[in-house]
């Protein structure tokens, strides 16, 4: 045994063996292990948890936020001061530095918590046979081997094959998605078979709902199920968002411009305008704070940030901040079926009686609803058939419904729960039921016969036997079926394609039978069911989509966002909820079996070709989210169950259900879903889309003003004239106001069709061709207007410290008006409507006028950064040069929209 567990420690196929060959290969029976092995075992395997994962300090996430070229060059800047001796300005350097490190520090999500919510799953106790004896012990001391007792609220503490079961009944949704619990027997299945339909097996973490079973571990710690899912989330990377790559890359490119301008401009100064090293030293170090946009990583964290505050008043709270932009460039959304398209709730959606067909309005557990025939609303009481199916089914019943606020709250089996709301919908009232009709004796549901039947009287001198079970089982049992003229012989052929038609509804179909019986009949026994049983109908139940779903899958494919569906169920459930749902390509449905055949590249050719996937398993889902990126989508992956939690961490955007889903998916996930409800998530892309807008806006914003900064200074050096503004003001300028008017820009509300276009593409470039004509035309206007401003004062006899003070309040006078020019890209701004949709942008202009004061006319800030006082003439003046370039941008604007227009009236003609 030892040899042989060391060199293969669990086999893959348990499924396929039968139990006596399981317990033989692990060399144990049905008495269990005795303590020596299990203490040996325990030495060679180890104990029954999961390895636990180290994160990140503190101390390494504050380090982390120094990782950024823009900090690099800033801190070159800064040491180079601190050499060069001018020291205010390595202190002012070093506290923009500080300050965009606190603040990713602070802002940064919370560290991955997977693992350890995975952990939270594995049952805490278990009991066992060993050398006989029944004993309660910690589950962590389970070994391969050990014989295990399963009973009702068990949370199974381990891989098992079964060997015994009766009535045993486990929900297994955390790891298929499957909404109702499966039924267990002990022979065994096919080697292939999907992990849903491995019916002679019991895994870690899931929970016994109903029966008793005994089943032998085969598999402990990280070679459970949930251990290799777990390993499978430690072995996925996260991947980088699209707006951290686009701005990684305008960074990179940035600092590269920056150098390479600083080195010529020192070559230039130094060799041709024979300028002291030190002096040109300091005009690079110029160079390099006017050109980069020292504020751009605070700007990016705070609107995120502020997307943040904004989604999580739409129920979406986001853990990770890059995800708030990454949702308004998701392209294809990946859905879990239940509890996230779907309600979770098992609802009677159809009744079929000899007579009838009829259809249940409403969903859930909630008794608002009716019954109908063709559309048209019925009195059930006028229907007797139905009348009694409803109570029988009523009955022979172990499930009960609890009213909670507004919310009803199933207590037992979902499918018998369901049948008590369709009762109550039909005006029965399930405490008289109990009442009218107590129960004599009951024959619980076992797997072996697939049916319950219970024994009741009514008070007057009746007795009769209610029984509901599965479909084919009651055909072969009954010999009757009653009808409108009475009971009649059963037609098996007519059930039949009944069963068929309503499966093919993606249902699942129970049937519902009855029998009188003699007066004072004291025990239920198996032979009182072979005569006499009489057929009343079918009923088909169904996990129904979500209202809320329907609108928000409808939205998103406005939005020009693929909506695909991938769950543990059966292919026929999933293919009609999903039509139910509006999802494309409903026909054609892949299983996790089929997936299994394809290749990868297979693979990346049949995602784009289907919208649907059943009994697919944690690596199925994986690999779907893999395939669709490697074919450039950006990908939402939403779910609940542990099962999901890989492809939520895999995902660009990891999506979980707030109130139904485990704490393994919420800690994979980027967002979490404080509704459970899935038209949240449109709402997200929306604001998504929003925030990477007015990002855009704010690059747009700041770059420019950097570039006038830069192109100031080089034209100065050019020239072999004084520098305009010093270093040391253009900090000012960018760490004080242009932050300020940038920052209002993140709350500035979503364009009216921002959900009317297609999601950007992955690899979209942010500086677009647009972008950078605009970043240039406007530079050069700053330019103009801040040099223009200092030869002017200096012809009419200002000293240099006026003149870089005139220089200094133009630039944020015309920062003021670009302001109001950027928040409209394509449209004219003077609207007096667009202008107070964000009253923030005034507060800020507001802030910004007040700084801008003190830097003038204070005493002290006079003397740090060399300021003075100017008179209202050249105020008048400065105010009239932004003005001017906010009249020059809506024209350059309005331009623009006329050509295009005028470019599509010719493709038109043509």
């Known amino acids: 045994m030892k040899q042989h567990m060391q060199n293969q420690p669990f086999e893959k196929s348990w499924h396929h063996l039968s139990s006596e060959e399981s317990l033989s290969l692990l060399e144990s029976d049905k008495h269990g292990l005795d303590s020596e092995t299990v203490e040996q075992r325990l030495q060679l395997f180890g104990e029954n948890h999961l390895p636990r994962v180290k994160g990140r300090s503190a101390i390494a996430r504050l380090f982390a936020q120094l990782h950024n070229l823009i900090i ?22 070093l506290a923009v530095v500080i300050l965009n490190t606190l603040i990713g520090f602070i802002q940064e999500g919370k560290a991955e918590k997977a693992l350890d919510a995975i952990k939270d799953m594995l049952a805490p106790h278990a009991t066992v046979i060993r050398s006989g004896h029944r004993l309660r012990i910690e589950a962590d001391q389970l070994v391969p081997g050990d014989v295990v007792v399963l009973e009702p609220g068990d949370k199974v503490p381990a891989d098992m094959r079964l060997f015994s079961a ?9 790891l298929t998605g499957e909404s109702v619990a499966v039924e267990k027997h002990h022979q065994p299945v096919a080697s292939d078979a999907v992990l849903g339909d491995r019916l002679c097996m019991t895994y870690s973490g899931t929970l016994v709902t109903s029966g008793q079973g005994h089943g032998v571990v085969v598999a402990t710690g990280a070679h459970t199920e949930i251990g290799r899912i777990s390993g499978m989330i430690s072995d996925i990377e996260n991947l980088t968002t699209p707006l951290l790559q686009q701005i990684s890359v305008v960074s990179r490119w940035l600092t590269l411009v920056i150098m390479v301008i600083g080195g010529l401009v020192f070559s230039y100064g130094y060799w041709l305008n024979q300028t002291p090293a030190i002096e040109m030293f300091m005009i690079v170090v110029g160079v390099a704070v006017a050109g980069i946009p020292e504020g751009l990583p605070a700007i990016l964290t705070i609107t995120l940030a502020i997307g943040v505050q904004k989604m999580a008043s739409r129920n979406a709270i986001i853990r990770r901040l890059p995800a708030v932009e990454t949702l308004g460039a998701v392209s294809i959304i990946c859905s879990d079926k239940t509890g996230t398209l779907t309600r979770n709730e098992m609802t009677v959606s159809t009744v079929m009686s000899s007579a009838n067909n009829y259809s249940v309005i409403g969903v859930g557990y909630s008794p608002a609803g009716e019954f109908t025939i063709d559309e048209q609303a019925i009195e059930t009481e006028q229907h007797e058939i139905l009348t009694l199916l409803l109570r029988c089914a009523a009955i022979c019943n172990d499930s009960a419904l609890k009213r909670r606020d507004d919310d009803w ?10 049948m008590l709301t369709a009762a109550l919908k039909a005006d029965f009232t399930l405490e008289e039921l109990k009442q009218f009709y107590p129960r004599r004796d009951v024959i619980p549901f076992d797997t072996a016969h697939r049916f319950m039947a219970t024994l009741h009287h009514d008070h007057q001198g009746h007795d009769f036997i209610a029984v509901k079970g599965a479909p084919e089982k009651l055909i072969e049992l009954c010999q009757f079926q009653r009808t409108e003229q009475g009971d009649v012989e059963v037609d098996q052929g007519y059930w039949h394609v009944q069963i068929e038609k309503i499966a093919a509804e ?42 809320e779903a329907i609108t928000a899958v409808s939205e998103c494919h406005k939005a020009g966002i693929q909506v695909k569906m991938i769950t543990g169920d059966h292919a026929a459930t999933a293919s009609s909820i999903a039509a139910k749902l509006g999802l494309h390509n409903t026909d054609k449905v892949l299983t996790g079996h089929d997936l299994t055949q394809l290749s990868d590249a297979e693979l990346q050719h049949a995602v784009n070709q289907t ?6 398993a944690p690596e199925h889902k994986l690999r779907l989210v893999s395939a669709l990126q490697a074919n450039g989508h950006v990908v939402a992956m939403t779910g609940d169950g542990v099962n999901d939690a890989p492809a939520l961490k895999r995902a660009d955007v990891g999506i979980a259900m707030g109130h139904g889903g485990t704490e393994a998916a919420k800690e994979a996930a980027e967002m979490v879903l404080a509704d459970d409800n899935f038209a949240s998530i449109a709402r997200a892309v929306r604001e998504g889309r929003t925030v990477y807008d007015n990002l855009k806006k704010a690059i747009l914003f700041l770059l420019p003003i950097n570039g006038g900064e830069s192109l100031s200074i080089i034209a100065a050096v050019m020239a072999g004239m004084t520098l305009p503004i010093t270093p040391l003001q253009i900090l000012w300028i960018n760490m004080v106001s242009s932050i300020a008017l940038a920052l209002s820009l993140a709350f500035e509300p979503g364009e009216e069709n921002a959900m009317k276009h297609k999601p950007r593409q992955r690899d979209e470039k942010m500086l677009s061709g647009f972008l950078v004509w605009r970043i240039s035309f406007v530079s050069l206007l700053f330019v103009l207007g801040v040099y223009g401003m200092f030869l002017w004062t200096q012809s009419q006899g200002a000293s ?12 944020v006078v015309m920062e003021v008006f670009y302001l109001f020019n950027v928040r409209c890209l394509n449209s004219a701004s003077w609207s007096i409507k667009r202008w107070f949709t964000a009253p923030i942008v005034f507060i800020s202009i507001g802030m910004v006028i007040l700084l801008q004061l003190n830097f003038t006319y204070a005493p002290f800030m006079n003397t ?14 400065i105010i009239a040069v932004g003005i001017v370039m906010y009249l020059i941008l809506e024209l350059e604007k309005w331009l623009r929209r006329f050509m295009s227009n005028h470019h599509n009236v010719e493709e038109t003609a043509s």
Do not use: C
């Open 72 to 93: 690099y060059v800033l801190l070159a800047a800064a040491l180079l001061t601190a050499l060069l001796g001018h020291w205010i300005d390595f202190w002012v350097i």
């Open 166 to 174: 009766k009535g045993l009944q486990i929900q297994e949704a955390v």
């Open 409 to 418: 709250l199933a207590e037992g089996d979902p499918m018998e729960a369901a």
């Open 506 to 547: 993606g249902q699942r179909v129970l049937a519902v039978a009855t029998k009188t019986v003699e007066q004072h009949t004291g025990e239920l026994q198996f032979e009182d069911l072979d005569q006499g049983l009489v057929l009343l109908g079918l009923i088909g139940l169904i996990d129904p989509p979500r209202e």
């Open 611 to 616: 919208d649907v996937f059943a009994r697919t």
């Open 800 to 811: 240099i410290e006026q003149s870089r003070t005139y220089a200094v309040n133009t630039l």
């Open 864 to 877: 740090l950064f060399e300021s003075t006082p100017i008179g209202l003439r050249h105020g008048t003046e």
